[in-house]
């Protein structure tokens, strides 16, 4: 059955860099720190431009869920301008990786899963009708907009940074009242352990 989990359950909680602070939506194994995880997905509050925690062995991606945006230099590779607007972002935890502000603190959306135990896609799904999606291990994550979302253990209407998780296979309908946004977590490869 799906868990709803509220933003009001999390805690925030320093960078592994101290930079900033970030709060777990949803981390396996539940008692990981940030060096045993197996696959996490997080927010966290950007203030000020800074370097990456380097998190060697891990595949990461990132979205933007508020504010004007970063400009995002990874490795030696050309900055790449990442804003609400922008597809999720991946790249690996190996490389240097930092952030500039382009205007003000922003809010993101992390996924981060070990590699060789765990994969992911991350989708941003900004939707004006009715969306069918067939899932096995996977986290919604709601950003904005009203929906009724239909899954095998009941219908949720979810707000602003809630999360639900699916936990084995089902086909859950999203139903907008509008227009609504939100991001879908897959993850792929051995006992996932979904937890929020």
């Known amino acids: 059955m799906p868990i709803l989990a509220k933003p009001t ?20 194994p539940d008692t990981a720190g940030f060096d045993d995880f197996d696959w996490r997905v997080s927010i966290a509050r950007v203030a000020e431009a800074g370097p990456f925690s380097i998190f060697p062995g891990v595949d990461r991606t990132l979205a933007i869920l508020h ?23 991946s790249f690996s935890g ?3 990786t930092a952030a500039e502000l382009i205007d003000g603190p922003v809010m993101d959306l992390n996924v981060m899963t070990r590699r060789g135990r765990v994969g992911h896609h991350m989708r941003r799904l ?7 999606l067939d899932l096995k291990h996977a986290v919604l994550l709601w950003v904005n907009g009203s ?12 707000e602003p940074l809630e999360a639900l998780a699916c936990d084995a296979p089902a086909r859950w ?6 227009a609504a946004l939100f991001y879908l977590i897959e993850l792929t ?8």
């Open 67 to 89: 504010g004007a945006g970063v400009v995002l230099t990874i490795g030696g590779a050309a900055p790449v301008v990442v804003t609400t607007a922008s597809e999720p972002r």
């Open 147 to 158: 929906a009724d979302i239909t899954t095998p253990g009941g219908v949720f209407q979810p």
């Open 173 to 178: 309908t999203v139903t907008p009242h509008g």
């Open 94 to 96: 190996d490389l240097p």
């Open 189 to 196: 490869a051995i006992t996932v352990g979904l937890r929020l």
């Open 126 to 132: 900004d939707v004006q009708s009715t969306q069918h």
């Open 9 to 28: 359950d999390r805690h925030w909680k320093p960078w592994k860099n101290g930079g900033g602070d970030t709060m777990d939506v949803a981390v396996f």
